[in-house]
Nanobody
């Protein structure tokens, strides 16, 4: 059974930076694709980025390319999402989820689960 916990969310001004962490534990924790998703109020869960088990296949949503960087620390069983030049539209609850298989690269939430409880990111002046 996998267990994921997000942390690092905060209130930040436009143009600011944050680093989110997703701690993964459980059997074969490093086997899975880990994805970051976000939910804004009244909107569906949106895929942000994912990284495969080896760290050599990474996908980003167009809206975050060039601003967000995903990485994986196998020693700590943690996946990070470094976010720079944050915009108000980046506001939402950020979740990490575990998945497997090539369809995870589509960043569709249906191919991921279980999920962590989420961490709130608010970008506002």
């Amino acid at each position: 059974q996998l267990h994921l916990v997000e942390s690092g969310g905060d209130l930040v001004r436009p143009g600011g930076s944050l680093r989110l962490s997703c701690a993964v534990s459980g059997i074969n924790a490093d086997y899975y694709v880990i994805g970051w998703f976000r939910e804004a109020p009244g909107k569906e869960r949106e895929g942000v980025s994912c990284i495969n088990r080896n760290g050599d296949s990474i996908t980003y949503a167009d809206s975050v390319k060039g601003r967000f960087t995903i990485s994986r620390d196998y020693a700590k069983n943690t996946v990070y999402l470094q976010m720079k030049n944050l915009k108000p539209e980046d506001t939402g609850v950020y979740y990490c989820g575990a998945g497997s298989g090539p369809r995870t690269q589509t960043l569709e939430a249906v191919y991921f689960g279980p999920w962590g409880p989420g961490t709130q990111v608010t970008v506002s002046s």
